[in-house]
Nanobody, 123 residues
């Protein structure tokens, strides 16, 4: 089992910025993909941004140019910097990791999710 630790989020005015962080503590030597998803009330969960271990990134069209995802492979952390926030960005944001190399246990191809963190953009 992997317990993801999320931080950041909260309430911000339109046009403001927030930073979300996610860490995967434990005996993990490497993670294939780390990213963020979000789910607004009444809507399905959607991809926001993902970052592969090799360095490639992918973003939802709605956040391109405003959000930036970065990761620290040595620390197994991923950060989502969100700028120029809009009301439609309000949602619960979930950290997700896929494909983990555990120290002593080999490769685990499963996906793991954080508990979610609320982001509210409102004046």
């Amino acid at each position: 089992q992997v317990q993801l630790v999320e931080s950041g989020g909260g309430l911000v005015q339109p046009g403001g910025s927030l930073r979300l962080s996610c860490a995967a503590p434990g005996r993990i030597s490497a993670i294939n993909v780390m990213g963020w998803y979000r789910q607004a009330p009444g809507k399905e969960r959607e991809l926001v941004a993902v970052h592969s271990r090799s360095g490639s990134t992918d973003y939802a069209e709605s956040v391109k140019g405003r959000f930036t995802i970065s990761r620290d492979n040595a620390a197994n952390t991923v950060v989502l910097q969100m700028n120029s926030l809009k009301g439609e960005d309000s949602a619960v944001y979930y950290c997700a990791v896929v494909g983990i190399w555990n120290d002593g246990y080999g490769f685990d191809p499963s996906a793991y999710w954080g508990q979610g963190i609320q982001v509210t953009v409102s004046s």
